[in-house]
């Protein structure tokens, strides 16, 4: 079956310091993963992609995420944490399902920057 | 100013009642989605439509109904069946079905009295 998962439902970085925010993948085939973000009390906003190509992908607002076939990964970073980048975060894998292309999302990781 | 519009931004439902939640996208788009948003357990897709006039019950179909009359509408329906409402719903919409850039709404809290 295919899933995401989120190890760590809370992470807390310092302003100013590298931030990193996990998510695993299982699928058959090769994958589509996704990163959205939540700010609170509204929807979610899409960050990137991976489809193929440079496993390191560029997104929007300074994040990027490396995929990493072998480790079947797919982490969000950014050099330099704002406070404004507070927020939740949704990995997601593109699946088959019901006959369509639907996608799965993980149960989220909220970042906590800290001024 | 395009987008999705959903409402009310907050409900509330009594006991045997059936409430609708509004979702309306200007955007065009083909495919319209609801998911429910649970603390802890991420989002879950509820129902969605690919074209006007079709839809596809989700993972969690159970208690809802929708209907996809018109390009730009996707109301659900939360029913009497539905034994435990409460919770922070989600419309979305992409381009087609096969575009996975989706574009959401800013949710409706749905609270059982």
């Known amino acids: 079956a295919q899933s995401v998962a989120q190890p760590e439902d809370q992470v807390n970085v310092a302003e100013g310091n590298p931030l990193t925010v996990k998510c695993t993948y299982s699928?058959?085939?090769?994958?589509?993963l996704f990163w959205y973000v939540q700010y609170p009390n509204r929807g979610l906003q899409f960050l990137l992609k991976?489809?193929?190509?440079?496993?390191l992908v560029k997104g929007s607002y300074g994040f990027e995420a490396e995929f990493n076939k072998s480790q079947t990964s797919f982490h969000l970073k950014k050099p330099s944490a704002l406070v404004s980048d507070s927020a939740l975060y949704f990995c997601?894998?593109?699946?088959?399902?019901?006959?369509?292309?639907?996608?799965?999302f993980g149960t989220g990781t909220r970042l906590t920057v800290i001024p | 100013d395009g987008g999705i519009t959903q409402s009310p931004k907050y409900l509330f439902r009594k006991e045997g009642q059936n409430v609708t939640l509004s979702c309306e996208q200007n955007l065009n788009h083909d495919a319209m989605y609801w998911y429910r948003q649970d603390p802890g357990q991420g989002l879950r897709l509820i129902y969605y439509?690919?074209?006007?006039?079709?839809?596809q019950k989700g993972d969690i179909a159970e208690g809802y109904s929708v209907s996809r009359e018109k390009k730009e509408s996707f109301p659900l329906t939360v029913t009497s069946a539905q034994k435990n409402p409460t919770a922070f719903y989600l419309c979305?919409?992409?381009?087609?079905?096969?575009?996975?850039?989706?574009?959401f709404g800013s949710g409706t809290q749905l609270s059982v009295l």
């Open positions: 699928v058959s085939g090769n994958p589509y």
């Open positions: 997601a894998v593109r699946v088959l399902k019901f006959g369509a292309n639907n996608l799965f």
């Open positions: 991976y489809i193929t190509g440079d496993n």
């Open positions: 439509s690919q074209i006007v006039n079709d839809f």
């Open positions: 979305a919409s992409s381009p087609t079905s096969t575009n996975e850039k989706l574009f």
